[in-house]
């Protein structure tokens, strides 16, 4: 009854189930909403860590005594390192040559006299820097053992460190230290981005290769409801998509969430409409499926991956680059999905981004709605 009197409801209903019926028969488009979340997750939950575990530490001591043994006893107890010893510091820079250790901690014979004496008794380090990342890493945890061990030596001899700073450290929203806490949320921006970018233009492509899209032009369709009406069904997906990842990011791998539901789900839902808004306008410049997909990739997914923040920190970026991120969606979600997971409601950071989202979101909807005409040309 209702459908007869507003026949626009009538279409765009028909037109939503027509889309859902084309998803349910497509194995490739249930794939990308729900599979592709799952290997990624899994890929970079389990097999993906930024954080250095096991590094192969190769230790000389040239004048064995219970200082130098208590002092490697402290990097043999430490989870970040798997040491080994060498007699002379020549067998130690053949196997950091060869990549059998990949640092080198060096206790000359005058160390412990040195240190009893109440002298300068330096450690030399010797750190292969090819992975610049993980030799400051490495470097920093040496450091870290180094002082530590230092602090317990002058507590045990009763003689105070001579020492110009104290170092107390208090680590916020990720007291573990861990990647995994950081790189899971940031995964769920770019499963997004995949679903509602990648499917949407190449579904929509695909409709024009068929011959598809001038059925629905003869149809009495206005735009705004065809817009609509492919735009709705995979909003669905992709949210669906999402519960899905956010899901199994709690539960499977004890991402802890700290922010308010309903405020991931706004900004989730505007970020997806983004997303589907961007492939939408892919497909429309393309109209070919291979195509589609190639461009999807490479201006949404590749951004996504790279400029975010999700893996690289933005403010380590050349300024230029820093500038360039500006432009990228996902940067802001990104931004948005590690404090709701880690911090919590921190409405200065959930505002800003959420802004950002919302005037792309009016820009790409301008865009696609001049773009979009029931003309075949």
């Given at each position: 009854m209702i459908h007869k009197r507003y026949p626009a409801l009538m279409r765009l209903s028909g037109l939503i189930r027509k889309e859902m019926w084309q998803i349910i028969r497509d194995p490739s488009s249930i794939g990308i909403a729900f599979l592709m979340p799952l290997l990624l997750l899994l890929l970079f939950g389990y097999g993906v860590s930024l954080d250095a575990k096991d590094i192969k530490l190769g230790i000389v001591i040239e004048k064995p005594d219970l200082t130098t043994q208590s002092l490697s006893g402290s990097f043999e107890r430490s989870d970040y390192f798997k040491p080994s010893y060498f007699t002379t510091i020549q067998q130690a820079q053949r196997a950091l040559e060869e990549r059998k250790i990949t640092s080198i901690l060096w206790l000359r014979n005058n160390f412990s006299k040195q240190l009893i004496a109440g002298q300068d008794a330096p450690i030399s380090v010797l750190i292969n820097s090819v992975d610049s990342n993980q030799a400051h890493i490495t470097k920093g945890y040496i450091q870290g053992v180094w002082l530590a061990w230092l602090n317990q030596y002058s507590t045990v001899q009763g003689k105070p460190l001579p020492l110009p700073v104290t170092l107390e450290q208090r680590v916020w929203f990720n007291a573990a230290l861990s990647s995994r806490m950081f790189l899971v949320p940031g995964i769920i921006a770019i499963i997004m981005t995949l679903i509602g970018s990648l499917?949407?233009?190449m579904v929509v492509a695909r409709e024009w290769e068929r011959g598809t899209?001038?059925?629905?032009?003869a149809t009495p369709l206005r735009m705004s409801e065809m817009l609509l009406g492919k735009l709705i069904p995979y909003f669905i997906l992709g949210?669906?998509?999402?519960?899905?990842?956010?899901?199994?990011?709690?539960?499977?791998?004890?991402?802890?969430?700290?922010?308010?539901f309903w405020l991931l789900t706004v900004s989730s839902a505007l970020f997806m409409l983004v997303a589907l808004l961007i492939g939408l306008l892919i497909s429309i410049l393309s109209k070919n499926q291979f195509v589609a997909g190639q461009i999807a990739i490479l201006v949404t997914f590749l951004p996504a991956f790279i400029l975010s923040g999700f893996l690289f920190d933005i403010n380590s970026m050349p300024t230029a680059i820093q500038f360039i991120t500006h432009i990228v969606p996902a940067r802001y979600f990104v931004a948005i999905l590690q404090t709701l997971f880690l911090a919590g409601d921190v409405w200065p950071v959930i505002l800003s981004?959420?802004?950002?989202?919302?005037?792309?979101?009016?820009?790409?909807?301008?865009?696609?709605?001049?773009?979009?005409y029931k003309r075949l040309d």
């Open positions: 499917l949407t233009a899209m001038e059925a629905l032009m949210m669906a998509g999402m519960f899905f990842s956010v899901a199994l990011a709690i539960w499977l791998f004890n991402v802890p969430f700290l922010g308010s981004n959420l802004a950002a989202l919302l005037i792309m979101f009016l820009f790409f909807f301008a865009i696609v709605w001049r773009k979009s």
